[in-house]
Each structure stands twice: as structure tokens, then as C-alpha cells.
């Protein structure tokens, strides 16, 4: 008979070399979560816990393959000691209760700090300090609790170094001064990059569908765009800081800029057909998980228990030189700077196993 290849876990999990894959689960309180953890080559694996009313318990595999191998890359890129690791939660978020989050907690004590755990998505700060209370392998904790809070603001600075890369790249210098930006959601991040750049008197156009979060930046001076023409106008940056997969080959028949750059996850909506069409179109992007690191560097640093905002700050502000090594990497290899980002992230990987 023999497995069939198809249906194997094991082959999902062989493509990226995933280490450890742990399913969890608590019929009597309604629990069931998969943690994966894909590498620590270079630390334990970190990376954030999401919810989500997931259709299938494969859809939730699929999505803690992609998400913890995406955090190994991060955090290689970012030079940290550290692994990627990523767990979800399946179901609806309103079934969360503080024994709910307590069990959960549970099971990432059980793996004794190989993977340590933040908040994601549908995970709140009250979630994470109920971790806390049954496991220390937690990060991003509030500052009363001994944390470093909210990693908006360095996640918000590292975009905007990126940024600043990218331009000095194309113009030969890092001024945004006159620069037409665009910024896609002005949540905890694109808020504060907006305040980035305004400081360097950049002409910044902002693009929410949540009224109040419009509310909170009226005062400054952005021009508002309605999300239904978005990519009516040329812009010289379009900084995507809402959600995923909005670079996509329909999106991209109306986008009109020089540089893509931003913060949300996941911004390609594959990784072959779509950065070829970003380089026909002669569009510089900027891969996420490179330029938005700076949370991923706010919760290592509570790992490694250095409380210190300002080293937190000073190495996002390296992501500037990280964009340039990425850039020249692409164009002398010829390859699309997402490639070129998971190229030399796994190169670092490949030269610590060999420690
Ligand atoms: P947030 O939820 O505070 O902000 C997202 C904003 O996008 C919200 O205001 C929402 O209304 C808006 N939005 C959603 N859909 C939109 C649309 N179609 N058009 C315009 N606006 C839309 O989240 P955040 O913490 O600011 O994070 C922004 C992105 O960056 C997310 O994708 C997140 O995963 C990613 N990210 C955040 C951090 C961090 O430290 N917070 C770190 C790494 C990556």
C-alpha cells in the first residue's frame, strides 16, 4: 500500500525542512492549535500566536508552515539569534477565555523554550499576560509587565528606513522631501510612519477604511484618498501597512509608483508570477518580512532579556543598510529582491549549521 504522498504531513513539511510540527489539543475545554517550528539553526524559534476560524485543519497547517518559515527568514535577515517558529489557534476568537488562553499556555511551557510565543492576529496583550502566568517563554509583554509594549514603533521605523534605502537607491540620495507617498491603512504602524514622514516634509497620501483611525490623523497634513481610487494617481512610494496580498496581478495592473515598501505581512500574492510582473513594470519593492522586522527585533530582545528601547531602535535602524545588501544582491545575481532577501537569509542559516 505505502502512504499516499499526497495527503502526507511529512511532505508538506519536507519542502522547507521543517524541524518539529506539534498539534495540541484539549477536547474538554475546546482547544486545538498547531505550533510549528521551523528552524533553530540560530535560536529558539519565536514568533506570534494567531486565531482563526480556519475551514480546515489543513488550511491551519498550511498556514503555520508559511508563517514560521517566513519567521525563520525574518529574524536571519534581521541578524538575530533566533529561530522561526509560529503557532494558531483554531477556531473563533470569541470562544477565547482566560482558561482557554491558560491551557494554551500550557502547551507552550511543554516545549520548554524552543518556541517562544507574541501576539498576532485576534491575540490580545491580555492574552499574552495570561501566557505568561504558565509560561515564561512569552515576549512582547506590556511595560508593566516587564516587556518593551508595543512594537509599532520600531516596526514604523524599520519600514521607514527601508524606505529611505530604496529612494537613495533610485535617486542617489535619501531625501523624501517633495516624495508623493502613499500609505495603505493607518492602524499602529502606518500612523506612525506617516509622522516619519512628514518630518522630512514628504507629500503623504493616506488610504483607511476605518473612519476613526482617519479621525486620528486628520490634523496632520495627508491628503485623504478614497480606498475605491487608490491607484488612481503615480506615486513615488506606496507603503502597504494593512494586510496581505495586496500586490497582486490585478493590483498590479493599476499601480503606478517606483517603490513598494511596507509594512503588512505577506504583501505577494505568490512568489513567482508576481515579482515578475513588479520587475517588467520597473517597480522596486521591498520585501515585508525584511523591512518589518522591527517588532521581531522589539521581542527578541525581551528573549534574550535586554529591556533597552534605544538598542531596540538602534539595530531596526540598521534595516536601511540590510535593504541596500538586498538591492545588490538582486541586481548582480539577477534576481527579484524577494528572492534575493530568502537567498541571503538562508545563506546565514546554512553557514551557522555548519558551527
Ligand atoms: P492595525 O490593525 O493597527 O492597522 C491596520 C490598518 O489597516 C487598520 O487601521 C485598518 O482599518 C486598515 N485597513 C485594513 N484594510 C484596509 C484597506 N483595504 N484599505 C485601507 N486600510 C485598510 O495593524 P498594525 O499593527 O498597524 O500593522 C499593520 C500591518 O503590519 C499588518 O499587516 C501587520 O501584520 C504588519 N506588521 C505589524 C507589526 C507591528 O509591530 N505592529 C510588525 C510586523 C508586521
Keep these: 500500500m505505502g502512504i499516499d504522498e499526497n495527503n502526507s504531513v511529512f511532505k508538506k513539511i519536507k519542502n522547507d525542512n521543517h524541524e518539529q510540527i506539534v498539534f495540541c489539543n484539549d477536547d474538554k475545554i475546546g482547544l486545538?492549535?498547531?505550533?510549528?517550528?521551523?528552524?533553530?539553526?540560530?535560536?529558539?524559534?519565536?514568533?506570534?500566536?494567531?486565531m482563526w476560524d480556519y475551514i480546515s485543519d489543513e488550511e491551519a497547517l498550511n498556514d503555520v508552515i508559511n508563517l514560521s518559515k517566513a519567521m525563520s527568514y525574518k529574524s536571519s535577515l534581521a541578524g538575530l539569534n533566533a529561530g522561526g517558529g509560529k503557532a494558531v489557534i483554531i477556531g473563533d476568537p470569541k470562544i477565547k477565555s482566560e482558561k482557554f488562553i491558560k491551557r494554551f499556555g500550557e502547551f507552550i511551557n511543554d516545549l520548554n523554550g524552543k518556541y517562544w510565543t507574541a501576539q498576532d492576529v485576534n491575540m490580545t496583550t491580555q492574552d499574552i499576560v495570561w501566557i505568561k502566568e504558565k509560561s515564561k517563554f512569552v515576549v512582547g509583554l506590556p511595560?508593566?509587565?516587564?516587556?518593551?509594549?508595543?512594537?509599532?514603533?520600531?516596526?514604523?521605523?524599520?519600514?521607514?528606513?527601508?524606505?529611505?534605502?530604496?529612494?537613495?537607491?533610485?535617486?542617489?540620495?535619501?531625501?523624501?522631501?517633495?516624495?508623493?507617498?502613499?500609505?495603505?491603512?493607518?492602524?499602529?504602524?502606518?500612523?506612525?510612519?506617516?509622522?516619519h514622514l512628514l518630518s522630512e516634509n514628504a507629500n503623504v497620501f493616506v488610504c483607511e477604511i476605518n473612519s476613526k483611525n482617519i479621525d486620528a490623523i486628520r490634523d496632520k497634513k495627508v491628503t485623504i484618498i478614497d480606498p475605491e481610487n487608490i491607484y488612481d494617481s503615480h506615486y513615488d512610494i506606496i507603503s502597504p501597512c494593512a494586510l496581505g496580498g495586496t500586490i497582486n496581478i490585478d493590483s498590479l495592473k493599476k499601480i503606478n509608483c517606483d517603490i513598494i515598501a511596507g509594512a503588512a505581512n505577506n504583501q505577494l500574492q505568490n512568489d513567482n508570477e508576481v515579482p515578475e510582473e513588479l520587475n517588467r513594470k520597473n517597480i522596486l519593492y521591498i520585501p515585508d518580512f525584511l523591512i518589518n522586522a522591527g517588532g521581531i527585533i522589539s521581542v527578541y530582545h525581551e528573549q534574550i532579556n535586554e529591556i533597552n528601547s534605544k538598542k531596540v531602535m538602534e539595530m531596526t535602524e540598521l534595516i536601511y543598510d540590510k535593504v541596500n545588501d538586498v538591492i545588490k544582491h538582486s541586481e548582480k545575481n539577477s534576481l527579484s529582491t524577494n528572492s534575493s532577501a530568502i537567498q541571503l537569509a538562508k545563506d546565514r542559516i546554512k553557514e551557522n549549521s555548519k558551527k
Excluded: F, W
Design 143 to 195: 511595560k508593566e509587565h516587564g516587556g518593551l509594549g508595543d512594537s509599532s514603533s520600531p516596526t514604523s521605523l524599520g519600514v521607514y528606513m527601508g524606505i529611505k534605502s530604496a529612494v537613495n537607491h533610485i535617486s542617489g540620495n535619501d531625501s523624501l522631501n517633495n516624495k508623493n507617498v502613499l500609505v495603505q491603512g493607518v492602524g499602529n504602524v502606518g500612523r506612525k510612519l506617516v509622522d
Design 32 to 50: 486545538k492549535a498547531i505550533i510549528g517550528i521551523h528552524n533553530t539553526v540560530l535560536g529558539p524559534a519565536i514568533g506570534g500566536t494567531r
